[in-house]
């Protein structure tokens, strides 16, 4: 069993919809979320970090978190075209380990 | 303010061939990590070092050394290339124990 688990997609989501990322990981301690967005061809780049359990919004972009579910899940409201990328979830662990996801395709349809 | 920066960024090897991927951050940054990613598999914790003069294995080390030369510099050794490692690697970087990570560009390293 993976220690942080995506869905692969590919997700697609009409533009102007919301898109609804989810994400599992594994009981140790973790400490901290991250949501990072991945052009294909280029480097991961982070879009949202979430540290204790609830909501936490960024301009279109919301994570939730929580950790009694082992559950961290990221909405796009309002997608745009240029949403679509692929979406790695990451777990930092206390002992400075950190893992991510497979990542889930998101196309963004216009 | 070049924040992580990788060497080479292409690379072509032959089986058994020996090479070492560099990365170097200019953000002071205390600990730093190598991953690889292959097409539907994510990315992959090679090794990590949590600060200066540590190391450890992350989820696929086989195959792999790493150096934390100093705090700015950890390199990759592939000691004898296999095609298997062929894929792209990613270092990146982070502050403290909690706070995100700063990636590279990435090696494309192909081994035939």
């Known amino acids: 069993q993976k220690e942080v688990e995506q869905n692969s997609g590919p997700l697609s989501v009409p533009e102007g919809a919301i898109a609804s990322l989810n994400c599992t990981y594994s009981?140790?301690?973790?400490?901290?979320f991250f949501w990072y967005r991945q052009y294909s061809g280029k480097s991961p780049e982070l879009i949202m970090s979430?540290?204790?359990?609830g909501d936490k919004e960024d301009g279109r972009f919301t994570a939730q978190l929580n950790k009694a579910s082992q559950y961290v899940s990221l909405l796009i409201r309002d997608s745009q075209p240029s949403d679509s990328a692929t979406y790695l979830c990451?777990?930092?662990?206390?002992?400075?380990?950190?893992?991510f996801g497979a990542g889930t395709r998101l196309t963004v349809k216009p | 303010n070049a924040g992580v920066t990788q060497t080479p960024k292409f690379q072509v090897l032959k089986t058994g061939q020996s090479m070492t991927l560099q990365c170097a951050q200019d953000?002071?940054?205390?600990?730093m990590y190598w991953y690889r990613q292959d097409p539907g598999m994510g990315l992959r914790l090679i090794y990590y070092?949590?600060?200066?003069?540590?190391?450890d294995k992350g989820e696929v080390p086989n195959g792999y050394n790493v150096s934390r030369l100093n705090k700015r510099e950890f390199s990759l050794r592939l000691e004898s290339a296999a095609p298997s490692q062929t894929s792209v690697y990613f270092c990146?970087?982070?502050?403290?124990?909690?706070?995100?990570?700063?990636f590279g560009d990435g090696t494309r390293l192909s081994i035939l």
């Open positions: 990146a970087s982070r502050d403290q124990a909690g706070q995100p990570q700063h």
């Open positions: 009981d140790r301690v973790s400490q901290s």
């Open positions: 979430i540290y204790s359990n």
């Open positions: 990451a777990v930092a662990y206390n002992n400075n380990d950190m893992r």
């Open positions: 953000m002071n940054h205390n600990s």
């Open positions: 070092s949590a600060s200066e003069g540590t190391t």
